[in-house]
């Protein structure tokens, strides 16, 4: 979805008034310390949600994130506990406004659902010289989980980062870019893989950065097993 639409579609479910202090926050984000292959290019924080019954979107406890080997071969299996996104920006206007949209879109598209389990991402990929960075490290998967919201929040001296989706049978579907703040892609993510190409700086003596929130939605069915292991030293 086009940044236009898609900031359209947003503030009919609320305001955007922190979207500059939102953007920001990404300059914030703490190293993934749990990449298989060794990379330091990635950066994110987490934080799970619940929207309920009666309409509500409620901020769980911190939590880890789990995917199972089958979807995320790389660095699935385990518990994975990173960073909470700041209450400031985990329950801000900008991040509300978002979580409003999508379960009022993936509710219409899976009416049966009351209730979901919500998963929100700050990720950045770093992109040097000597360190390509690579937004899906797993190569072309799915999430395990119901739907995906993929929104992009700046693009700075990058090149590439291409989104690609295949069919269940390995057919390519289609290709696009999020270039611009608001640039969207919404997956259904049982029918669809989706991978993105590895980014690299356009200007090699010059910091590259690509900024996008991920946020998924799952019902209980979906979920995957409950994850173990112990939160690192100073988390709850």
């Excluded at 060794?38 to 950066?43: M, P, T």
């Excluded at 790389?74 to 209450?87: D, T, V």
């Excluded at 929100?120 to 799915?142: D, K, N, S, W, Y």
Aim: glycine share 8%; hydrophobic share 40%.
């Amino acid at each position: 979805m086009f940044a236009k639409t898609m900031r359209e579609h947003l503030t009919q479910f609320g305001c955007l008034s922190d979207w500059l202090t939102f953007v920001k926050s990404w300059n914030d984000l703490e190293l993934d310390r749990f990449m298989a292959d060794g990379g330091g290019y990635r950066k994110r924080r987490h934080a799970v949600y619940a929207a309920v019954a009666d309409g509500r979107i409620l901020r769980e406890p911190h939590q880890p994130h789990y995917q199972a080997r089958d979807y995320n071969p790389l660095n699935g299996g385990i518990a994975r506990w990173f960073e909470p996104i700041s209450p400031d920006v985990g329950d801000g206007p900008t991040m509300r406004t978002i979580l409003a949209f999508a379960r009022t879109l993936f509710s219409s598209i899976a009416p049966e659902t009351c209730a979901w389990h919500i998963e929100a991402h700050q990720f950045r990929i770093e992109a040097r010289v000597a360190e390509e960075g690579r937004p899906t490290p797993e190569g072309l998967h799915r999430d395990g989980v119901d739907f995906v919201l993929m929104l992009l929040i700046d693009r700075l001296n990058i090149a590439d980062g291409t989104t690609a989706v295949h069919a269940l049978d390995g057919r390519r579907l289609g290709s696009f870019t999020l270039a611009e703040p608001f640039d969207a892609a919404l997956i259904t993510d049982a029918r669809v893989y989706h991978g993105v190409t590895p980014v690299g700086p356009l200007d090699s003596a010059s910091a590259a950065h690509r900024d996008v929130l991920v946020v998924t939605f799952a019902t209980q069915s979906t979920l995957p097993p409950p994850s173990v292991g112990p939160p690192p030293e100073g988390q709850p």
